[in-house]
């Protein structure tokens, strides 16, 4: 089976997570003045926006593959608790093990986003071990779902919830299932994690769990060795960043996977997918060696994404056909592009969209793409789908048919998103709402000036060299062959 079967079959997956869930709150306004009170900036709140976190991030990038979740975790008897209960129900998963604790607050981070960044951040946390009947509720929750789960995710955030009692009491019970778990380890004594499937420390973590640099790969080879027989591990994966990953097996030597090479916008939460698309790929039956690849490759497209992110299987898939070249990531469907863009704007980001066939690609094009990146912070170009540009170029074109038009335009620097839309360019602005909206040659300005100006964008006519077309480029070919 190939890695893009064993993908197909996330969907069908069940899978328990045990973890520090929190709140991820952002508070989203502008400053415009000193306080009269002390020298701080005031924010003036426009709006606020609250994710899952920790543990609630995994179960976010589960269900963002279609897996189904039992989550198992505790909350306090706050509105925050209340809003992890609704997201986490709102994404189908089971949230009868999530249990309340009046004694603590939902941990919380808010972050105060104001100009484009974050001006402080305000947390809410009480770190304390779970009393010894919220262990046993708890446990007991968990033990009653492994049942029905094809693999166990612990996500470890050092908030209380995974005792050395919690955890041993987890790997027994999944050791007897024959159930994979896996964890994310948190701290310096990972002897808490001993007999679990697979552990994920990152490089720091790693180096400090056995109280050494890393600095060389001999380092990391020690390590490596010393961490998986210690803790009695089927396979350690130490995530390294930029650098990838390295699996260490007991039988076989290790192994070094490569990070994808890809622009990387916010490197945040990329041990969550990681955990989760581990599981994943250990719950539909793939080897070590495979869950990690595809693991790796889905961690590659979140660091690529802003905030902490989730993968579609299609994006998955996507990334894996391609993962030859680094070109067709810049492609996106509309629908995620307009999500993705509303992050980037909300952090002051200015977009600007073009839009063309692009049917063989010419020095014009390339001027036109690299004055308008100039007008904003990024790049999105939108190309007219095959029938759009028949309708529009006449029998015969275009020549380079989708897939070919959006690597090629992928391949420049000046790009940086690729989308596809079929005639409605309308429909595709009201989506996008881009700052900036590039016309060249052949759009009139004045088509799209309102509904830009609607939301607050503005048009802008760029330069373009004259005498080059495709077209004529076609015409020239003809004319030399005859
Ligand atoms: N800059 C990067 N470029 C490419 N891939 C990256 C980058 N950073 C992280 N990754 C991918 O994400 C994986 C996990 O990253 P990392 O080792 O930083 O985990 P982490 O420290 O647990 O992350 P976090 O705690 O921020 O969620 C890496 O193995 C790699 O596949
Ligand atoms: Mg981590």
Redesign the pocket.
Known sequence: MGLDDYIKRFAGCRVLVVGDVMLDEYVWGSVDRVSPEAPVQVVLVNSSTRTLGGAGNVVSNLAALGAKVFAVSLVGDDPAGRDVSSLLKSLGADVEGLLIDPSRPTTTKTRVMAAGQQVVRIDREKILPLSAGFEDKLAAHAEKCLEYCDAVLLSDYGKGILTPSILSRLIDACALAKKPVIA?PKGLDFIRYQGATVL?P????AAKACSMEILSQDDLEKAGKRLLNELSLACLVI???????ALFFPDRPSLL?K????Q?FD????????LAVLGLGLASGADFEQAALV??EA??V??GKVGTATVSTEELLEALTSSADSISRKFRTTKGLAEELQAQKARGRKIVLARGCFDLLHSGHVGFLAQARKLGDMLVVALEDDASVARLKGPGRPILKLNDRVRVVSALDSVDFVTVFSGDFVGLLKALKPTVLACGREDAEDDFKQIVESYGGRTQKVAVEQGLSSAGIIEGIKNSVN
């Open positions: 994310d994920t990152n490089l720091k973590e995530t390294r960043g930029p650098d990838g990953m996977i990070a994808r090479a890809r990387v490197v945040s939460g990329a041990g969550d997918t990681v693991a790796n961690a590659g979140v660091v």
